[in-house]
């Protein structure tokens, strides 16, 4: 049989990339997972495993060419090779099989017996969902099938890519995006009925085109999905951070002896960690077709990145388990990745609130956009010594301006204020951390 190896899907919002290395050609033999490919996206380099065993009979992928998602890469031979594959396969999902042996032998009864009513045609699973009486549960593992109630989707309605049809998380997440995108009035990009058309600028003088590139074609999607479906508030306020710098100033060299650099990004996201524990709204996303808030148990936080390509956003994983020197190092060594383009996909994916500090260019404020489906970003300006009334006299304090953009949907004004004056107070005062 001949099997077509295809770019699968990479990460979030990443459709296509450029070939760099084609390690196959025609009459190679391929086993499962090996590397056929190596695609450099505008976010990363990826290397394209092989999803079968065989011979392979044709390769269309060539160097330095443009590739999406869907596209063949080769075809190969899988007859001959059934035994490997089935060697190299994942074991069937219990659940699935059983549920398929009820089928079954629900089908051989010849007097079948009564069954309890159900609401709309629909019978409840033990995990939860519902399915309609002569469709079984798909192929897929319990993480799996974890991870689609938590995003709110039923996972009959997903179509598995692996073997047998099974389900992978990749599933899911593409299933989760295309809804999104299909959804009325969120669209990823402008419809050529939603945008009017542009003016002939040349009638005016001189104009010179560029093709918009991928990191910037992503982003403006993106934000223009957020900005449509968050509706979007910003809350503003100033921490004095002098304790905060002179603490920097004495530890630099130590946690530069431990290989980071200690800066005010570190501190603010070791307490930003801090309060999402203390605040689960702000870690959380809403499901609005489902009338459901998704809690998450876990704390990742977003830092956004400016790289030469764009804005990235790379994702620390468990923050509110991390050192101050913990923070410190991952900061440092995801913006240098994404930078040199060595970031990968995942490590942009996953985040639960993000922080964009923008101190080091300059400014006295600004209003982030919330990265969908997260609901809350917290910006950081350039911090400024400034006068302030401390006891009957003016002092030189360092103040840091933040603001913070939430969804209006899911958390409300006064809880955003104490939030974010939760947050100054863990700069201005770091030991109320730990009063509660």
Same mark, same amino acid.
């Given at each position: ?31 499962? #997972? ?60 219990? +659940?699935?099989? #059983? ?34 009486? %002569? ?15 938590? /995003? ?18 990749? #599933? ?25 058309? /542009?003016? %002939? ?13 991928? +990191? ?103 923050? #509110? ?53 997260? +609901? ?61």
């Amino acid at each position: 049989m001949i099997k077509a190896i295809k770019v699968p899907e990479i990460g979030e919002n990443v459709e296509s990339g450029v070939v760099v290395t084609v390690h196959i050609k025609a009459g190679d033999t391929v086993a499962v #997972d090996d590397t056929v490919i190596e695609l450099e996206t505008d976010k990363a380099l990826v290397e394209i495993p092989s999803p079968f065993a065989g011979r392979v009979t044709e390769v269309l992928a060539e160097a330095g060419a443009q590739m999406t998602v869907g596209d063949v890469i080769a075809r190969v031979e899988t007859e001959g090779a059934a035994a490997k594959t089935a060697e190299r396969a994942p074991a069937p999902d219990p +659940v699935a099989d #059983d549920s398929a042996s009820v089928a079954k032998s629900s089908a051989e009864k010849t007097s079948p017996e009564p069954t309890p009513p159900v609401s709309a045609g629909s019978e409840s699973q033990p995990d939860g969902r519902e399915t309609t009486p %002569d469709r079984p549960p798909p192929p897929a593992a319990p993480s799996i099938r974890r991870l689609a109630r938590e /995003l709110g989707v039923d996972i009959v309605d997903v179509s598995g890519s692996g073997p047998g049809g099974r389900i992978t998380e990749t #599933d899911i997440k593409t299933h989760v995006r295309h809804r999104q995108i299909s959804a009325p009035g969120v669209s990823g990009a402008p419809s050529a009925t939603g945008s009017p058309a /542009l003016p %002939d600028f040349r009638r005016w003088g001189e104009v010179r085109v560029e093709e918009m590139d991928t +990191v910037r074609r992503l982003t403006a999607q993106s934000t223009a999905a957020s900005w449509t479906t968050i509706p979007h508030v910003t809350q503003f306020d100033e921490a004095d951070i002098s304790g905060v710098m002179g603490f920097i100033e004495k530890n630099a060299p130590k946690v530069e002896k431990a290989g980071a650099k200690l800066t005010v990004t570190a501190i603010i996201t070791r307490i930003c960690a801090e309060a999402l524990r203390r605040f689960p709204r702000f870690n959380a996303s809403i499901d609005v077709a489902n009338r459901r808030i998704i809690l998450k148990r876990y704390i990742h936080i977003g830092m956004a990145a400016d790289t030469p390509r764009g804005l990235l956003v790379p994702v620390i994983r468990d923050a #509110d388990q991390k050192s101050i020197v913990d923070l410190a190092k991952a900061i440092g060594d995801l913006a240098a990745r994404a930078r040199n383009k060595k970031i990968k996909p995942d490590e942009l994916e996953g985040g639960t609130f993000s922080i964009s500090n923008q101190g080091g260019i300059g400014g006295v404020g600004f209003t982030p956009i919330v990265f969908w489906p997260q +609901v809350a970003i917290l910006g950081v300006s350039r911090s400024a010594v400034k006068p302030v009334y401390v006891q009957d006299r003016f002092e030189p304090r360092t103040i840091l301006p933040l603001s913070l953009s939430y969804d209006h949907r899911i958390i409300d004004g006064a809880d955003a204020a104490r939030f974010l004056r939760w947050i100054c107070d863990g700069l201005e005062q770091p030991m109320t951390l730990f009063l509660d």
